[in-house]
Every structure is written in structure tokens, then in C-alpha cells.
């Protein structure tokens, strides 16, 4: 049940509204975002609602059980708003969204909450973006426990793995840019293994404060592969770190890190290899 207020219950009553739909998304990073469909900017409480950037979406779905609540949103991707190099970077990545209705006419009557959430899955494409808003209902499907896996489960060098992550950490600069998944380092003279599922992050440039996957390594000719293009251009001089990575083998733990007693998987864990089939005279 919501309340609303009396002001806002009469104008809903009326055989002619004037309510829009409004959207906020307020990034991790600080950053805030404010829409409405409404033909024109719309000012609540002292806030800008852009009506240039409008938004679209689906039909609302909700459900009194533990269903999550379906809703998602489609815009136009803008240069001044919501670029496409944010997006894959990362940046909008469990960002709360707040959707509400209200009286563009009169908006100091109240307004009329739909949802609260975060970001989901967003996807964009010639110059449109549809993300999908999953609602507070959708915490109690998160998987909370451990498994039983061969894997360790713990991440490298955290709390669980109790390593030291700067002894595993370098610092280097971009030499050369072959592609946008390809980096060409400075110093760095670790052997193939080494970086092999590591992470590479930016410190300077158009990409600082980015974190991405290493795919592979090669010493040879001091060349990065990363699993994913860089959402921006980086350029030869940009300060990076890299740290080494862990395939989260047992073998691994015990020959390379000389961690086994804090290996955080279980080994001898059966898998489907194992299933033995019928045999002669069984």
C-alpha cells in the first residue's frame, strides 16, 4: 500500500492527468542521472530531470511472492549523458535506480514510488541501451553458503587466501597500443604463467580506475591479451599495475604459492570423469 497524498489521489481521479514517468540512477562512483518521458525538463525538488535523454519502458510486472519484479528500461545513448565507453567500462554496474510517477504540472503534490532497485543486465546497441532493473525481492535469490568444488573459492590474495597481494603486484607503463585488446608493456619481464588470469588496472589515462581480465601473456614480445576490448583509448605512457594470476588449482596453490593450507577448495572432490560405466560381467 502506498500513501500518497490527497492532492496527488484527486489528480489521479481526474478523466485527464498530466503525470510522466521519472528515473533516477545514482552510480557507485558518486554520479547521478535524472530522466523523464515528459516532452519537456521537469524540475522536482530542486533536481533536473532531462526530457532530451528520454527513456522508455516495459510494462510494469510485480508479483506477492518472491518473484523478482520484471521492469526494464531502453534510451538513447548520448555523448553528454550516458556514452557507450561508460557502460562498458563498467561504470553503471549496480547502480540504485529509483522510478517514480508524478504531476509534471505540480509536482510539489508528492510523488507516486514504483520501484527501487538496481541495475541488472544492460545491453546497447546503434545508439540504444536496455537495462534491466531487478528489484529488492531479487537479494533473496543470491546463493548464500559455499559449494563443493575441485577449484578454490577463495580470490587471490584476499582475506581467505591470506597472500600478500604486493608481493604479486608490479607497476609498468603502456609502451604501445596494438589493438584495444592488446597492450604492449614497458618493463615487465614475468614468465607466461604468471599473468595468466591476472588483472590489469589503469592508474592514468582515459581508463584509470578500470580493472580488466588478463587472457594471456607473452614475454616474447611483451604483449598483454586481455579477455575484453578497453572501453576507452589508452595511450603509450599510461601507469599501470598488474597482478599476477591463479588458475585456483590445488597444484598450483602447493607448487607455485606454497599456500596449500589455506587452499579453499576441496581436491578430491569426485567429478562427472570419475562416473564409472557397467562393466563385463557386472
Known sequence: MKNLSNEVLLHIKQE????????????????????????????????RYISAEGFDRSALKGSSASDTDDLEITGILSSEYLQEEELKAGLFDYAEIRYFLANWQAPEQGLIPLRKGWLGEVRWSEGLFT???RGLTDALKRQIGKIYAPECQADFCDAACQLDPFLFRHTD?????KNTNEVILTGYQGDVEALSGGILSFVTGLNAGGHFEIDAWDPVTKTLTLFLP???????GDTVFLVEGCDKRFATCRDRFENQLNFRGF???????SLAGPTNGS
Open 267 to 273: 581436491p578430491s572432490v569426485p567429478g562427472t570423469d
Open 230 to 236: 578497453l572501453p576507452f583509448k589508452a595511450e603509450s
Open 16 to 47: 485527464v492527468t498530466s503525470i510522466s514517468s521519472f528515473l533516477v540512477i545514482d552510480r557507485k562512483d558518486g554520479v547521478s542521472f535524472r530522466f523523464t518521458d515528459h516532452d519537456q525538463d521537469v524540475h522536482i525538488a530542486g533536481e
Open 131 to 133: 537495462a534491466e532493473i
Open 173 to 177: 607503463t603502456v609502451a604501445e597500443i
